[in-house]
């Protein structure tokens, strides 16, 4: 029985809690990231509300999971991201790739891994020099790195090349010395390190190998013209009229940063090594240009209650940490009524977000996401209430950084469901 909790359009529903399902099908297989929403809350969601939809808007697609869902379903899709390495990943799982010609690329970097590991060529490949390689990667791994690098860079066909890129990327990840069990960028001890001696070659091998089953189920699958477009515009400043039209979007679909990406999830942190060993420009700047990258220096009310009395008992307890929370805030405000100018009259937005605590003081982001939004002229339909039970984040953390004082993190998402007015 699923529990109503207060009016009967915010409720709890465990059939969207998917905690037996496979969230990695199709090209969703391809590379992790932090906090993905899941194929299956994306499908539903499209199931229900976007039945007759023909273009589908993510203003923070990541890696594009509704981007997948929506061509799936024939449904066009434009996503935009501030990380190159989350466009990079979201176009290379929505891009048809000839499974024969794709078989000819992977069975002559078979040959070329077969030459390497038995020293039948020599290289003296170009190892990058950013900032602290050493520290984050052993020596015989830089070299293998670097010459995988040059074998992709010298891939004729564009569309090969960025697959194999985004296999090479969760390769660096994995052969770093990065404790991969966490998605910011914590270094492994001197004796994990002295025992770690990943085979690269195999790594990107087996990276490979998985993504191009991916793909052979995406191709079966999706059987249809539908496309997507993944871009890089900030919707905190600008939705540009060439790209989407005022009023041209059937369905917004996504799952928004739920914080600063500084103090909750870091984007940025988990993309770097992948954006220095691709020689991405924006490599250090994804948290900076992220929403609440910039600090204001002045309190600001936002004239909902919720909001603001957390704000305030967040002042009361920490006076510099309440201006992160507000930056966010400011740009998320800045961004929803962007987004919302795009959206069709009745017109879907479905946004899947977390209620995150700062200082052990809860922002209802569900309930700020519905305000921001009826103040853009849309109505709200409900609000689904579902247990996270796979999401790779902590489930406590230590916001005070007392030793043993922890408190509890996001257990739940909310699925706000809104629509726009006729």
Same mark, same amino acid.
């Given at each position: ?151 992709? $860079? ?92 005022? $009023? ?175």
């Amino acid at each position: 029985m699923n529990k109503i909790l207060g009016k009967a359009m915010k409720y709890r529903d465990n059939t969207w809690d998917f905690r037996t399902a496979n969230t990695k099908p199709y090209t969703h297989c391809f590379h992790s990231y932090p906090a993905m929403m899941i194929p299956q809350v994306a499908g539903r969601v499209l199931d229900e509300f976007g039945k007759n939809a023909k273009i589908l808007f993510d203003p923070y697609c990541g890696t594009g999971t509704s981007l997948v869902e929506a061509n799936i379903r024939n449904i066009d899709a434009i996503g935009t991201d501030i990380n190159p390495l989350a466009r990079l990943i979201a176009k290379v799982k929505t891009t048809v790739i000839s499974l024969e010609l794709l078989d000819t690329y992977l069975k002559d970097f078979n040959n070329f891994a077969f030459s390497i590991k038995f020293g039948v060529k020599k290289f003296n490949p170009q190892i990058p020099n950013f900032k602290n390689i050493d520290y984050w990667f052993k020596k015989d791994t830089q070299y293998i790195l670097a010459v995988i690098k040059e074998y992709i $860079e010298n891939i004729d066909n564009k569309q090969v090349q960025d697959f194999f890129k985004v296999a090479f990327s969760e390769t660096v990840r994995e052969v770093s010395l990065t404790r991969n069990s966490e998605f910011k960028l914590y270094r492994m001890t001197e004796r994990q390190i002295a025992k770690f001696n990943p085979d690269v070659l195999s790594i990107m091998v087996q990276k490979l190998v998985r993504n191009r089953n991916g793909m052979a189920e995406y191709v079966a699958i999706k059987n249809n013209n539908s496309c997507s477009f993944v871009y890089d515009f900030n919707t905190v400043y600008e939705i540009p009229e060439k790209i989407l039209p005022l $009023e041209s979007v059937d369905i917004v679909l996504t799952s928004p940063p739920y914080g600063d990406s500084r103090t909750t999830v870091a984007y940025g942190q988990f993309s770097r090594l992948t954006n220095q060993w691709l020689g991405f420009e924006e490599r250090n700047e994804v948290d900076k240009r992220s929403m609440g990258g910039i600090r204001v220096k002045n309190f600001k009310k936002f004239n909902f209650y919720p909001l603001d009395n957390a704000l305030k008992e967040i002042a009361e307890k920490d006076t510099k940490r309440v201006f992160d929370v507000i930056s966010f805030y400011v740009d998320y405000e800045r961004s929803i009524k962007n987004v919302s100018k795009v959206v069709k009259k009745g017109g879907i937005v479905a946004y899947v977000v977390g209620n995150r605590r700062v200082k052990r003081v809860e922002l209802p982001n569900d309930e700020i996401t519905r305000e921001f939004f009826e103040r853009n002229g849309f109505e709200h339909l409900k609000t689904i209430i579902r247990e996270i039970p796979n999401k790779r984040m902590p489930r406590r953390n230590s916001p005070t950084n007392i030793v043993g004082l922890t408190d509890t993190t996001m257990n739940y998402e909310y699925i706000v469901i809104l629509q726009k007015k006729e």
